[in-house]
């Protein structure tokens, strides 16, 4: 790469999970460009918080910027940015995920010192949250007018960039004939969750699917990064994830920055 730094975004496929910097596919590439690494991502994260991060970091550092490829490893549509304040001066942004609203997690309600936690702030209103949380459809416009808005500004500024889908699938398919979509339910599985488009058809349609995901929105042989992981069954998942709980641990982050490089060398060093 002829650009001297690398700034990622994403969430714990990123970040690294339990392993740090060793379980992230960005650390690698960092070693094998020899690049200043910028990893703002963040376990758990969304992509509201995903964009919301990487475009303040741009903007705020404009000669970094200006030398930086930008790659993304996007998360899972259904996790969703708020802001929680428990106490006043205490407030933190939190992404709110399915299990957040399971009475089962009630261990996680409390901090120390009593202080409600993001998940017990969540669960305490899940009954105002729910109807803005259930709908597929508005988790998926409001990841895709994420994508758009950072592939747009990228591009504006000739940044360099490559995205990819790191937990699960996020390409919507269309069928205007019945006004649903289906996306994958699970990276490992042939199953698909429909929904009816309804109100949506001005924003969920195929000119919108088509600007995403173009050729700098890469796949690992077809798959999401946690389909890969998975691709030849649970035995190969296992050895690729061992020590980092479900994510690539130094082997496979090893194998998936080989893999991301010689794509982004494919589009931008021909």
């Known amino acids: 790469m002829n650009k001297k730094n690398l700034i990622v975004g994403g969430c714990s496929f990123t970040e690294g999970h339990n392993l740090g910097k060793e379980g992230s596919w960005a650390y690698w590439i960092s070693q094998q460009t020899n690049q200043t690494l910028h990893n703002l991502a963040l376990g758990g994260a969304g992509n509201e918080f995903i964009v919301q991060k990487i475009l303040s970091f741009l903007v705020a550092n404009p000669i970094i910027a200006k030398d930086s490829v930008v790659m993304i490893g996007w998360s899972e549509p259904t996790r969703q940015m708020v802001f929680f304040e428990p106490e006043f001066g205490l407030g933190c942004f939190h992404t709110m995920q399915p299990e957040d609203f399971i009475d089962e997690n009630k261990e996680n309600d409390i901090w120390n010192g009593g202080i409600l936690t993001p998940h017990g702030w969540v669960r305490e209103h899940k009954n105002s949250l729910w109807p803005f949380f259930s709908s597929l459809r508005y988790c998926v416009f409001k990841t895709y007018f994420s994508m758009i808005?950072?592939?747009?500004?990228?591009?504006?500024?000739?940044?360099?960039?490559i995205f990819f889908d790191a937990i699960n699938p996020t390409k919507i398919l269309i069928d205007n004939s019945l006004r649903q979509f289906k996306i994958?339910?699970?990276?490992?599985?042939?199953?698909?969750s429909l929904e009816h488009i309804g109100s949506f058809d001005g924003m969920l349609n195929d000119g919108v699917v088509e600007y995403i995901y173009n050729k700098n929105f890469i796949t690992f042989d077809g798959l999401s990064m946690n389909g890969w992981l998975w691709k030849n069954g649970e035995i190969e998942f296992e050895k690729l994830t061992n020590g980092n709980s479900g994510h690539p641990n130094q082997i496979a982050s090893k194998e998936l920055a080989s893999y991301i490089l010689k794509q982004y060398e494919g589009l931008y060093n021909k």
């Not at 808005?149 to 960039?161: D, G, R």
């Not at 994958?184 to 698909?192: A, L, Q, R």
């Open 149 to 161: 808005t950072l592939k747009t500004y990228l591009e504006s500024n000739n940044i360099p960039y």
């Open 184 to 192: 994958k339910k699970y990276p490992n599985s042939i199953e698909y």
